[in-house]
């Protein structure tokens, strides 16, 4: 038995093609829902989903997590609401947990950004650890592009997941804000000195770093403009939720 995760909020525009994807794949899907405000979990429930709506917590992993307990399949396919499973990879993971001598396995992902898939800059194969048996990977719930924490061995698949991250700039500035702000709250968390050496290390040398490195050592120019703009907000994604955590610690005193 194969049971499909997902936490989700407010995903209503790519819910419906993502759950399209596992029918015949999925003997259960598990939706734990972070309070939408739009269609959701009604789309999710026309799958036959199992929903539950809990509260939209800043650490988004935690009701991954959930997802996963709530799952009773001897195997466990965590899945996000924005990507899309092929027909091909289907396949290869009806055959992985028919024969599998690993507890999990990496899976290559295809990110498609502003509508072009990203084959440099890092972004690919960008292996993720999805499918897993029950009891054996749990998420950290710490960081933002956390891997999920396996006990065994773990294999490698080869046909990729489709990824489709940010189909408008909008829908990505959606997703920077979160990430950031996530960011800031482990800086919190670290209790991080607002130090004239910080504010150089996250203003300064951390973007410059982080562009140059997938723009030019990961030839992020092979992929055109959303290869440019990916590099760019990947370097500015340390001085806003830098500035986000300033911001918070200012209003406190």
């Known amino acids: 038995m194969l049971s499909v995760v997902l936490a989700t909020y407010n995903e209503e525009k790519n819910l419906e093609s993502c759950l399209t994807s596992v029918r015949g794949l999925a003997d259960e899907i598990i939706v734990v829902d972070g309070s939408s405000t739009d269609r959701t979990r009604d789309i999710a429930k026309k799958f036959n989903a199992c929903v539950f709506k809990v509260p939209n917590l800043p650490m988004f992993h935690t009701n991954k997590q959930l997802a996963v307990n709530k799952a009773k399949g001897d195997w466990i396919f965590q899945l996000d609401a924005d990507e899309v499973v092929t027909p091909q990879l289907a396949q290869e993971i009806k055959s992985a947990t028919n024969h599998a001598p690993d507890a999990a396995y990496y899976l290559p992902r295809k990110n498609f950004f502003l509508g072009r898939w990203l084959k440099k800059g890092g972004q690919y194969p960008d292996y993720l650890i999805r499918l897993f048996r029950r009891g054996q990977a749990r ?36 997703n920077v804000n979160r990430y950031t702000a ?60 830098y500035l986000k955590y300033w911001e918070a610690n200012e209003n406190r005193h």
């Open 139 to 174: 998420f950290p719930q710490k960081s933002v592009h956390e891997q999920l924490q396996v006990d065994g061995p773990v294999g490698y698949l080869q046909v990729p997941l489709l990824h489709h991250t940010a189909p408008t700039f909008g829908r990505y500035l959606t």
């Open 182 to 241: 996530l960011t800031a709250t482990q800086l919190e968390q670290q209790h991080l000195s607002l130090s004239s050496l910080n504010l150089l290390n996250y203003c300064g040398l951390k973007p410059v770093i982080t562009f140059f490195t997938l723009f030019l050592r990961h030839k992020g120019f092979v992929d055109g403009s959303p290869g440019f703009i990916f590099a760019l907000f990947s370097g500015l994604h340390w001085p806003m939720a």
